[in-house]
């Protein structure tokens, strides 16, 4: 599985932005689809993640409320949209695919990683 996301940008606090990531390979819906983050000088970060069929999502505390993880399975496509967005959200966002959520660590459960793309919130 190959992921490339895209949607980055710099925006100002209380903006919104939507991330997306294409997945290339077969059976895109067996997967767990994730996105992470990585602040500056921070370990990388989980962020929301999404069951590959029936949509039951999970989110971080830090995120709740503000953003939605969404996937067209069709589209081989997930999506993080982020509403009121503040400095704290600055980041590389990064999805990510799993083949299996067992671990209490989300990275541990990720079998492939995708490119990163830069995300900026200015105050």
């Known amino acids: 599985v190959q992921l490339q996301a895209s949607g980055g940008g710099l925006v100002q606090a209380g903006d919104s932005l939507r991330l997306s990531c294409a997945a290339s390979?077969?059976?895109?819906?067996?997967?767990?689809m994730a996105w992470f983050r990585q602040a500056p000088g921070k370990e990388r970060e989980f962020v929301a993640r999404i069951r590959g069929t029936g949509g039951s999502t999970f989110y971080a505390d830090s995120v709740r409320g503000r953003f939605t993880i969404s996937r067209d399975n069709a589209k081989n496509a997930v999506y993080l949209q982020m509403n009121s967005l503040k400095p704290d959200d600055t980041a590389v966002y990064y999805c990510?695919?799993?083949?299996?959520?067992?671990?209490?660590?989300?990275?541990?459960?990720?079998?492939?990683w995708g490119q990163g793309t830069l995300v900026t919130v200015s105050s």
């Open positions: 990510a695919a799993a083949r299996y959520w067992t671990s209490p660590e989300p990275r541990q459960n990720i079998d492939y």
């Open positions: 390979g077969r059976a895109f819906s067996n997967y767990v």
